[in-house]
């Protein structure tokens, strides 16, 4: 008996299939976003909002601080490649989850460090992560778990805005050193 080989579109199925999501929000979208790029097992890395009461945010809306959105990602993954658990080990590598509604100099509530869990699996994995974080910082850890309502992709200006804008002030100045210190401390991860 032969088999007939998988078809493109075959293949492209059952990779969307094994595919899972998390949303995560730590501070700036961009600064995030860039920690997954190239990540063995992450298919997709965009900036996105979350967490407010407006059902169409935009960035301007949301940087106002007025929507209740937070600066969040959406990550693709596949977990048989790369687990959540170490997904979120990045996110708390990237931003420092004891500053409440602020990453550095960027503040309100939409930069605060949020996990959108999207099952009752990913919430008591975040959960255990968060307690275990609570030994390595010596402040208390102000990450919330939220849900993830008006999610919205971002507007198509801010995905992959490091990587298209790496002179400029703010990503040279804020983003590039992040995105370095995950990138030395998780080596291993990064194709």
């Known amino acids: 008996m032969t088999h007939k080989p998988e078809s493109n579109l075959q293949k492209s199925r059952r990779l969307a299939l094994a595919m899972e999501r998390m949303i995560v929000g730590g501070g700036c979208f961009w600064c995030v976003e860039g920690a997954y790029k190239q990540i063995h097992g992450v298919e997709s890395a965009l900036p996105a909002y979350a967490g407010g009461h407006d059902p169409h945010p935009t960035y301007q ?16 993954f596949d977990p048989t490649v790369i687990s959540y658990e170490t997904l979120l080990e990045v996110f ?3 931003h420092d989850p004891t500053q409440l509604n602020r990453q550095g100099n960027d503040i309100g ?11 009752e699996e990913q919430r008591a994995t975040a959960e255990a992560i968060i307690a275990d974080m ?21 507007e198509k200006k801010h995905h992959d805005y490091y990587a298209r804008n790496p002179y400029q002030g703010y990503c040279a100045a804020v983003v590039g050193p992040k995105i370095a210190k995950v990138r030395a401390k998780h080596a291993h991860l990064y194709r």
């Open 61 to 76: 809306a949301v940087c106002s601080g007025t929507t209740g959105h937070a600066e969040v990602v959406e990550v693709q």
């Open 109 to 119: 509530t939409q930069y605060r460090s949020c996990i959108m869990p999207l099952s």
């Open 92 to 94: 708390f590598t990237v």
């Open 134 to 154: 609570g030994n390595v910082y010596d402040d208390p850890i102000v990450t919330t778990l939220e849900e993830p309502i008006h999610f919205l992709i971002a």
